[in-house]
C-alpha cells in the first residue's frame, strides 16, 4: 500500500515569533496509515505544527478528518505509522498512561458538546480540570468562565443553557488546564456567524495565551480563513 | 471524591426511577432484617426460657403442648397429674432438682403458678425487693408483671380462673404481694409464684363453696380492717395446706426435672414413658421441633423478601444499563478529558452501589424499626419480649450480601462503560 504524499501545508504570515527551535513539535507525523478492514480511511505521508501555531483540516466528508483528529488525541490507534505529540510517540502509551497524557496536555472541542447533563456549568469545567491531574484551581474556573461572558451561570445546568452559552461552556472545559495542544471537530458547524466568530477568536486566544497549537477541523469557510495553515485531505483512493 | 459526585448527580437526574430503585431495595432489606431478627430472638428467648430445665412431666398427650405450658407458659396445661406419681421420679438419684407447678389461674394476663421455692432458681431469678412467700396466698411476682400491673410488695390482687380475661373471678381468695422479683429476660418476669397450696385452696371444691357460701360479706370488712385480719385468715389456711399435703390425691399440672448427670438424658426419659402414665418432654427436643415448623414458615416469608431484592437488583440493573445508550457521549468526553476506562467502570459501579447504600441502610432501620415497634405488641399481647434494637451476626452476612447483589447489578452496565468506543461514539455524534 503505496501512501502519495497528499499534504499540502500552506503556511501564512506568522503573527508571533514563538516557538523557540529546541521544542517540540504539537503535532509530527510520519507515514500515517488507517483504514477500517480493507478500507482504507486515511494515507498521510507527513504533517507537522508547531506550538503557538493554529492549522485547518479540511476536506470533503469521507476523507477522514475525524478520524485524523482522533489518531492525534490517541483515541484509536494508527495501522501503519508514527504519531509524535508534544514529542511523545504515543505509540508508547497504552491503557491509563495514554488516557492521562491525553488528559494533560490535549484540549477537545466536539460540534456535539456534551456537557455533563448532571452537573453544573461550573462543575463541568472543574471536573475537566481535575481529570487533567492538574491542581484544582476553583478561581482559574471562575476567571475563565467570566472571559467567556459565561458571568452569572456558574450554577447553571447545561439543559438551562442556550447553544451558544453551552458551546462556551464547552470551550472552556477544553482550555481549563491551558493544553499544549488544541483540537476541536466542527466547533462552528452549529453556530450562527457572530458566535462562529466569537467561538473562533477564543480558540485563536486562548491557544496564543498558553502558546498551544490550534487544530481545527472544519468545512466552514468563515473557519479557514483565519488559521496559520491548512492541511487538505482527499477521500483516500 | 469527583466520581462519587458524578454518581450522585447522574442519580439526581432521574430522581424517580433512583427513588423507586432505592424503595425496591430497602423493602427486601427491611422483610430480610425483620424477619432474621424475630427468627433469631425467638430461638434465643425459646432456649433461655428453657436452660435450666432438662425434662418436663405431665400427662400423656401432645409433648409440645406440655412444654408450651409448663416451660413457656404459652399454651393450655393438657391436664394434671398426681403430685404422688411425679414425685416418684423427682426422688430418682439421677434428678438433680424437682419443681412442681400448679397452673391455672392468671392475674390481668399474667399466670398464677403454684410451686416452690426453687423454681425461682430455675430461671436464676432473685428477689428485688420483698421476701419470699411463706404463707398460702402470699406471691412472688416478675418484674414485668410488677411494672405493668403496678405491683408491689404490700399490694394485693384477686387471680382469674383461666388464662384470659373471660374466666370468673377468685375475689374471695385474693393473693397478698409480698416480694418482686429481678428482671431476668426470661418468662418468669411475666408470672406471678405462689405456693403450690394457694393454688390448692383456691380451686378446692369445699374450701371454695365455704367461702362462697358465708364469706362474701364478711371477706369485705376482713379486708376494711386491715392485715391483721388477713393474716389470721392466712395461718388458718396454711394449717389447711399442711393437710393436703399429706392427702395422695393432691395433683399438680406439671413437674420441672433437671438432671444430675448428662447420663439421666439416656435413660430417665425413656423409663417415665415405658411406665405409662406419665409423660417426660425435652424442652430442647421440642423447641428444636417448634423452631423447626416456625423456621420452615421464615424461610419461605424469606424467600418472598429475596424475590424482592432480586426485583430490586433487577431494577437497578435496568436503569443503569437503559441509562448508558444516553450516555454514550457522556463516557466517550470523560474518555477525552483524561478518565481512564477503569475510572467510567467504578463511575457506574458507584451509581449501582449508591442506590444500593441508600436502600439497604433505609432497610436496616425499617426492619428494626418494624422489629422493635412488632416486638412492643407482641409483649403487650403475647408475653414474648422482641426487640428492634439489636444486631446479630447473620446481619452483617445479609450486609455483604446486599452489596454484593448491587455489584453485580451494575457490573453490566460497568462494564459497558468500560468498553465504550470513544471513537465511533464521537463519530457518531
Redesign the interface.
Known sequence: MQAPAITTDVLKPQPTGLPSGSEPLAVDVTNLGFSYGDTTVLNMARCELQRGRSMAVIGPSGCGK??FL?LL?G??RPVTGTIRVLGQDLDELQ??RL??F???N?G?V???L?L????SVT?NVL??Q????GRVDATRVATLLEQLDLGGLEHRKPSMLSQGQAQRVAIA?ALVHSPALIMA?EPTSALDDEHAAQALALLHSSARRVGAALLVVTHDQRVRGSLDSELELRVPA | MTWLRLAVANLGLSPLTSAVNVLLMSLGTASIVLLLLAGSQLSDTMSRDARGIDLVLGPTGSPVQLVLSAVYHADMPPGNIKLEEAQRWADDPRVEAAVPISLGDSHRGFRIVGTTAEFAELFGAGLATGRAWDAPLEAVVGSAVAQSAGLAPGSSFAGTHGFGDGGHGHEAHPYQVVGVLEPTGTVVDRLILTSLESVWDVHAPAASHAHEAGGDHEHGHEHDQGHDHDHGEHDADHDHAGEHDQDPDREITAMLLRYGSPMAAMTLPREINAAGTLQAAAPAMEVARILQLVGIGLDGLSAFAWMLILTAALSVFAALYGSLRARRGDLAILRCLGATRWELLVALLLEGLLLTLVGVALGFLAGHGAMEMLGGWLEESRGVALTGWTWIPAQTLLLFSLFGVGAIAAAIPAAQAYRTDVARTLAEG
Open positions: 475525524t478520524t482522533h488525541a483515541l484509536i491503557g491509563t488516557d492521562r491525553r488528559g494533560r490535549i477537545l466536539f460540534q456535539r456534551h455533563l447533563p448532571a452537573l462543575e471536573l475537566a481535575r481529570l487533567s491531574g472545559r471537530d
